[in-house]
């Protein structure tokens, strides 16, 4: 009995602990986990200290959300007469709800937080140029899925902070030159806020936004082999002073040598030398398994330690004072109530100004950086190298003023949102929310 | 001249297909756009006149100040011209909590980011007595409802 259950064990388990070479090649083909991993990948990509596989812990944290998310489903109800009790109901009366539901908050939190490290990392390596363009792109795009995931998320519990939260959110939206109104009234479900807008942004937290940032996300990692691994890759060919060798052909994608371009390779796509190379499993496997298992040993302390906010009952006549957006809004926050800018009789909203156009701005500017940059191409793959600074110091200045911003909402800002310097008394203000 | 009548029946047909494939998505997108609102009407009943002290009385349930001094009434939306907070009067001027907008007494812009003055709404007495608003009306800043006798139109 007992050798059967090894043997079992053995069986399913194999492909995560090779004990030859052969093995991990065949890992590879024959496990299903496995398989959209290359056989091999660079030494100098699996190194903690060049992404401190960030990606990999967005990912952990993606899928931490989605099966925590799943399970709140059981027991959230989308109407707006139930909701705050179904929440209620999470932290009192079902066992282990509210650490169900302090896990999803805190994740979600940290997913902003890690993808746009992430995003840090990618940018001060210079990682996103020539082919990995593209997957910049996509990385700005999950970025956003990330972002108005979280914001849908936080409006479902119909407390305070998420009714106007919608308010602010959806008048923004209706700043839109032109098309502003009709946005505003698609997404509310009508001009008041309602029963239709809270099951509009249901839908849009539970389905149709998880699918976008799941379906971007494979295509992400498809994107990073298609281009060659990470660009530490380069770097080390760099160094190696080697031409990039043609890819060898493969038999599993393209047999008779009929698809021109890079396949999904079974074998190395790096073209590294062998020295160069480990093999993903267990090198990799076991590394992101590692990752994974801390990402959620810390999200799941973060749910035993501190629990997830929870306002009042949304109550559209009376406004927190004052109302603050979660932290990773707050700068936003910070830039619609300063730039309202008057001249002669004219008036432009800082609603249209620091709501739309900045954030737009900004968006363009990173969506296109990588076409912007003229950095020379072998500065990649390298941290913080010496040909990249201006790049690198406009980025580190960007994040830095968003950092000031949101030191300034979250700490500074009180009642009537005017500045309170540490140490100064602030007014006493009715919570009647 | 065969190949011709070929050309133009498959543009048909495929024309057709994707012709009511499109369409389809429109009416998908045509639903989001609601036909019947189940919200409250723009015009409603406040209290009877004389049930407003002097001074600024906010009706929490519609969002709005009633000012009353003496016999004239005129009323001022309580929501931020800005992104739609609500603003609260602290005995000199309307304060909001969300971006810091300050409003004077008659709902002109003091400072912060809300672009335009609040809004004055029109007001009359319902022929039973009570304060009748139109929000969906907007008025003047010199606007005043006069009410003669004890309250009565």
């Known amino acids: 009995m007992g050798d059967k259950i090894k043997a079992l064990w053995r069986k399913t388990s194999w492909a995560w602990s090779p004990e030859s070479e052969r093995e991990s090649s065949e890992a590879i083909v024959k496990n299903f986990w496995l398989h959209w991993f290359p056989a091999k990948v ?3 990509s699996m190194d903690w200290n060049y992404s401190f596989w960030l990606g990999t812990a967005s990912a952990s944290l993606l899928l931490i959300l989605t099966i925590t998310g799943v399970m709140l489903m059981f027991f959230y109800v989308p109407s707006t007469e139930r909701a705050y009790g179904s929440i209620k109901d999470l932290q009192y009366a079902v066992s282990f709800g509210r650490l169900l539901r302090n896990q999803h908050r805190w994740a979600a939190e940290g997913m902003v937080a890690v993808v746009y490290i992430h995003m840090a990392r990618v940018f001060f390596t210079g990682a996103y140029r020539g082919p990995r363009a593209v997957n910049w792109v996509v990385g700005v795009v999950l970025f956003l899925a990330t972002l108005f995931l979280s914001f849908t998320g936080y409006l479902l519990p119909w407390d305070q902070l998420a009714f106007w939260a919608i308010t602010v959110g959806t008048s923004i939206a209706k700043q839109a030159p032109f098309v502003g109104p009709t946005i505003q009234f698609i997404l509310l479900g009508g001009h008041e806020i309602g029963q239709q807008t809270l099951l509009r942004f249901y839908v849009l ?6 699918v976008l940032a ?8 498809w994107r990073v082999r298609k281009d060659g691994g990470l660009a530490a890759v380069e770097r080390v060919r760099n160094e190696r002073v080697m031409a990039p060798k043609a890819t060898p052909k493969t038999k599993s994608y393209s047999l008779f040598g009929l698809t021109p371009g890079t396949s999904v390779q079974v074998m190395s796509s790096t073209g590294l030398e062998e020295s160069d190379q480990v093999f993903s499993s267990p090198n990799m496997s076991r590394r992101i398994a590692l990752v994974f298992l801390v990402v959620f040993n810390i999200t799941l302390l973060a749910a ?4 997830a906010p929870l306002e009042g ?3 559209p006549s009376v406004t927190p ?6 932290w990773y809004f707050v700068w936003l926050q910070e830039l619609v109530a300063s730039t309202t800018v008057r001249f002669g009789g004219y008036t432009v909203s800082g609603a249209l100004l620091g709501g739309i156009l900045l954030p737009g701005f900004l968006l363009a500017v990173l969506t296109l950086w990588p076409w912007l940059d003229r950095s020379p191409l072998r500065a990649g793959g390298r941290w913080l190298a010496p040909e990249r600074k201006r790049q690198n110091l406009t980025f580190a200045i960007a994040t830095l003023a968003i950092i000031v911003l949101i030191m300034v909402g979250v700490y500074l800002r009180g009642p009537y949102w005017r500045i309170y310097w540490p140490g100064q008394p602030r007014p006493e203000t009715p919570r009647l929310y | 001249m065969d190949g011709e009548r070929r050309k133009i029946l498959r543009f048909i047909g495929k024309g057709s297909v994707l012709a009511a494939f ?5 009416a998908a997108g045509r639903a989001f756009f609601p036909n019947v609102l189940y919200e409250p009407p723009s015009r409603f009943k406040l209290k009877r006149p004389d049930d407003y002290p002097d001074g600024y009385t906010l009706d929490e349930a519609h969002r709005l100040y009633v000012i009353r001094q003496k016999e004239a009434f005129h009323v001022i939306s309580a929501i931020c011209t800005h992104l739609g907070c609500n603003v609260q009067w602290r005995d000199t001027e309307f304060d909001c909590p969300c971006h810091g ?10 400072s912060g980011p809300a672009p335009r003055p609040l809004d004055w709404f029109a007001t009359t007495v319902s022929p039973d007595g009570f304060l009748e608003v139109d929000s969906g009306k907007d008025v003047a800043r010199d606007f005043r409802l006069v009410i003669g006798g004890k309250g009565q139109a």
């Open chain 2, 22 to 26: 499109l369409a389809q998505i429109g």
């Open chain 1, 321 to 326: 004072n004052p109302a603050k957006a979660p």
């Open chain 1, 313 to 315: 009952l949304a109550n």
């Open chain 2, 101 to 110: 907008s300050r409003f004077r007494p008659d709902g002109t812009v003091i």
């Open chain 1, 214 to 221: 799941w379906v971007l996300f494979a295509y992400h990692m």
């Open chain 1, 42 to 44: 660079a030494r100098a």
């Open chain 1, 205 to 210: 937290h539970v389905f149709f936004l998880p």
């Open chain 1, 304 to 307: 035993i330690l501190f629990n």
